[in-house]
């Protein structure tokens, strides 16, 4: 008796309610998925820190570049968190002194297009009555604490295991072509992953440094504050951008009394975000990613309705590992097309062609000592 073949309607609609209950599941259990994914994308961050540190640096071996990338990453959150603590206490303030300007300004537009808002920030306070949002904000603050203490020890759990990947490989995958398969899909995930990360860190930081200018130049209240907002936000796409190029000439009308320091510093942000997001980027970004653009803000609502900023965050390096895993299998891999710029899920081009994974051993291998363990890291 010929077993039995679904058809292709049937498979497409079995991959699409596995779509909707992953979400469904993903959803429900964001509370631990969320800081498991952000430990991920940490340690791959770190690690590849780490590659770069064992490679540039003179005399920083294998071993020691892990604990290194480490301590400097440790150093870089804690400044970052130093720059939180200390700039924004004196933000708000500022934001709180320039309230009645800005409800005057909001006022004036509103009256145009005839809309009727509060003449006051008293009255707006009392429309809105905060009371009732003071529960959800000292829920959101627990929530962020304990997300902040889980990826911690995810973190570690995750830099502590990463010796035995090897050897789980060889587990999973015996046959050595198997296992050189799954090892060029996880190569190809994480090097899109790493390039991703550094392409939005560097342009971040350009962006970040070109918009301190532009507002310092202008006298802008707390450049270098926006300037750090800036950086955080380019990692989210699409919003990112937007608040780069319109959040601080806001801020400039409440500050200044003429509008032209406000407009100057439109143009400015503008052309930034202009010149670094269609000149700069795609060349750095290449096509290492294979996204379509359509999917980019798909993606970004998707995560962003399920994990909330986390999820924005993550968004991009997450629709890169869900392309690359459903190319692998033929009843998916339509989906992966649909996902990708081109039709080609398989086009990450970022791995050399040298560095498919020959080198891990085999089954039959003895355990390696750590100095003789295979490396199986792209450089």
Do not use: C
Not at 177 to 197: H, K, S, T
């Amino acid at each position: 008796m010929p077993a039995f073949q679904p058809s292709a309607v049937s498979r497409n609609a079995l991959v699409i309610i596995a779509v909707i209950l992953a979400g469904a599941a993903a959803s429900w259990l964001s509370g631990i998925l969320t800081p498991l994914a952000l430990a991920i994308f940490l340690a791959i961050m770190i690690d590849g820190f780490a590659r770069v540190l064992e490679h540039r640096l003179p005399g920083i071996s294998r071993r020691a570049a892990l604990p290194l990338a480490l301590l400097l990453s440790v150093v870089l959150f804690g400044g970052a968190t130093f720059m939180i603590v200390s700039r924004a206490p004196d933000f708000f303030s500022q934001l709180i002194d320039f309230a009645p300007k800005l409800m005057a300004l909001i006022g004036k537009i509103a009256g145009h297009v005839g809309v009727r808002v509060p003449r006051t920030v008293a009255e707006l306070v009392r429309q809105l009555d905060p009371a009732q949002y003071l529960g959800d904000v000292a829920r959101a603050l627990q929530s962020f604490t304990s997300t902040a203490a889980f990826v911690l020890v995810y973190l570690g759990f995750i830099l502590a295991s990463r010796r035995g990947f090897e050897r789980k490989i060889v587990g999973l995958f015996p046959a050595r072509p198997e296992r050189q398969e799954a090892m060029a899909q996880f190569l190809r995930m994480r090097d899109a992953v790493e390039q991703y990360l550094w392409v939005q860190t560097l342009t971040g930081l350009i962006v970040a440094g070109l918009s301190w200018i532009a507002m310092a130049a202008v006298g802008l209240n707390n450049s270098v504050f926006w300037a750090f907002l800036i950086f955080l936000a380019v990692y989210i796409p699409v919003i990112g951008g937007t608040f780069a190029g319109i959040a601080p000439p806001l801020f400039a009308l409440m500050q200044f009394d003429s509008y032209w320091p406000a407009i100057i510093l439109l143009v400015a942000l503008q052309a930034i975000g202009i010149i670094i997001g269609n000149v700069i980027y795609p060349r750095m970004q290449g096509r290492s990613l294979n996204i379509d653009p359509i999917v980019v803000l798909l993606a970004l609502a998707f995560w962003g309705a399920i994990w909330g900023i986390a999820g924005m965050f993550l968004s991009t390096p997450l629709t890169v590992m869900a392309m690359v895993i459903l190319a692998q299998f033929d009843g998916t891999r339509w989906v992966a097309v649909l996902l990708s710029a081109d039709g080609d899920p398989q086009q990450l081009k970022n791995r050399a062609p040298d560095q498919a994974p020959d080198e891990a051993p085999t089954q039959s291998d003895p355990p390696l000592p750590e100095a003789g363990r295979p490396n199986l890291s792209h450089t």
